[in-house]
């Protein structure tokens, strides 16, 4: 048995998908109250809410922010945390379905940061004690959707309900993430790609089947568009790990879709600039916008500590 877990089925956090609106409302509300309890150190009242148990962490990608903070918060919670090398995801050193039959031996939870969302999947198919945590996949970031949201309601004093967002450029993981949880806190998204870049049709099929609040997803090419009258714009790099040889094409095919002083000038005046990060200032974003004080991008990056310390408690306890 892994430690201290229970024997039932373990829950997984693969997608925002895998919260309903109001689980993931609540873990919004938690991740509120962890922030403010942080400053009590080991006298938090989650300071043990994971005493004894044990969550590894395996990164098949770089990752700076999402392994610090899983690293700081599992710790903070309790728990202990197991670096696993990547190397040993490769097939043709042993099946993934035996690893992940080895891991929930001895572990509660894994963070795994991966290329296709299946091979998540087919963990969670063959380790029914395992909670596994979907640390960034092709098609899915929903821990950085869980901070972008405590950053907006934060912005926003607790209502993001009837807001707008826009996210301009590749219709990407982090973009799925940010309108899935959108849909369901009742914030409606204007989504700007190319073409050829687009959400993927079944993203577009789940946002209207999962919002809330009368929110809608609407789909532009134009950036200016989308950008009109919003109170956020977001944006990501145009190129995502694992497509680096695509790097010229998409430079020139998302040129128009840089985030800048002009194109921020047609949200509303206090609209906030989001971005997950890392950031190419001169191509996703200016070095004018990022730094202007419109953006949140280092409070997006440390809700990432308290957002996903929320969601760890709502999962293993
Ligand atoms: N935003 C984000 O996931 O950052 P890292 O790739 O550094 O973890
Ligand atoms: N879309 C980017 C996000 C990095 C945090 C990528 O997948 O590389």
């Known amino acids: 048995m892994p430690s201290t877990a229970p024997s039932t089925v373990a829950r997984h956090f693969l997608s925002i998908l895998d ?3 109001v689980e993931l409302r609540d873990t919004l509300d938690l991740a509120t109250k962890l922030k403010s309890d942080r400053r009590l150190g080991t006298k938090a009242p989650t300071a043990q809410a994971l005493g004894g148990r044990h969550v590894g962490l395996l990164f098949e990608k770089p990752s700076l922010r999402t392994r610090v903070t899983f690293t700081i918060g599992v710790r903070e919670l309790g728990a202990d945390i197991v670096a696993i090398p990547a190397d040993v995801m490769h097939a043709d050193r042993e099946p993934i379905d035996d690893v992940a039959r080895n891991l929930e031996r ?3 939870a894994v963070v795994i940061r991966t290329f296709g969302q299946d091979r998540l999947h087919e963990i969670t198919k063959a380790t029914p004690r395992l909670s596994v945590i979907n640390a960034l996949s092709n098609e ?3 821990c950085q959707a869980l901070s972008d949201m405590q950053t907006l309601v934060e912005r926003w004093n607790g209502k993001p309900e009837g807001r707008r967002i826009a996210f301009i450029g590749d219709g990407n993981n982090v973009c799925t993430s940010l309108v899935h949880a959108a849909m369901m806190l ?3 998204a204007h989504v700007a790609t190319p073409k050829g870049y687009e959400l993927p049709d079944e993203v577009v099929d789940q946002a209207a089947g999962i919002s809330q609040h009368g929110a809608g997803l609407t789909e532009f090419t134009d950036p200016k568009a989308a950008a009109r009258d919003v109170d956020a714009i977001y944006t990501d790099v145009w190129t995502s790990m694992g497509q680096e040889v695509e790097y010229a094409e998409r430079s020139r095919k998302f040129m128009r879709y840089q985030v800048n002083a002009a194109l921020m000038a047609l949200a509303r ?3 906030v600039f989001m971005h997950c990060l890392p ?3 001169g191509e996703e974003v200016t070095d004018e916008v990022i730094e202007s004080p419109a953006s949140v991008v ?3 990056a440390e809700n990432r500590l308290h957002a996903q310390k929320a969601m760890l408690v709502r ?3």
């Open 140 to 142: 899915e970031h929903p």
């Open 19 to 21: 919260f309903t609106p």
């Open 298 to 300: 280092f409070d997006q």
């Open 315 to 317: 999962l293993l306890t």
């Open 279 to 281: 950031a190419h200032r």
């Open 186 to 188: 009742g914030v409606s």
């Open 106 to 108: 001895w572990i509660d």
């Open 269 to 271: 005046p206090d609209a």
